[in-house]
């Protein structure tokens, strides 16, 4: 399969791993009496426009992650607590360098 990087700047606080987690999606779909519409589109008129997604990774910050390391680390939070930021970055550099 190839790497879309959709974990780019996912990492797990604990242990650091970048390459494996379970992360619990909400989807949106259609309902109907005779059962889901699947080959509707999101509407215009968005039920749920309070619920942001990043357009460039497709995880919204309050999605539920747990870090999948196969040394079983298994740390949860939130997508927003595992992204690495700037800051992150220039501490790590800091430490490397030490």
């Known amino acids: 399969m190839a790497n879309?990087?959709?974990?780019?700047?996912?990492r797990c606080p604990e242990c650091f791993e970048t390459q494996r987690f379970v992360i619990q999606k909400t989807m949106n779909v259609l309902m109907e009496d005779s059962g889901l519409d699947?080959?509707?589109?999101?509407?215009?008129?968005?039920h749920f426009p309070g619920r942001r997604?990043?357009?460039?990774d497709g995880l919204?910050?309050?999605d539920p992650i747990s870090c999948a390391n196969r040394n079983g680390c298994n740390h949860m939070?939130?997508?927003a607590e595992f992204r690495?930021?700037?800051?992150?970055?220039m501490r790590l550099k800091e430490l490397l360098s030490a």
């Open 4 to 10: 879309t990087e959709i974990l780019k700047d996912i």
């Open 38 to 46: 699947s080959m509707s589109s999101q509407p215009a008129d968005d």
């Open 53 to 56: 997604v990043d357009p460039d």
């Open 60 to 62: 919204n910050d309050f």
């Open 77 to 79: 939070g939130t997508v």
């Open 84 to 89: 690495v930021h700037d800051r992150d970055l």
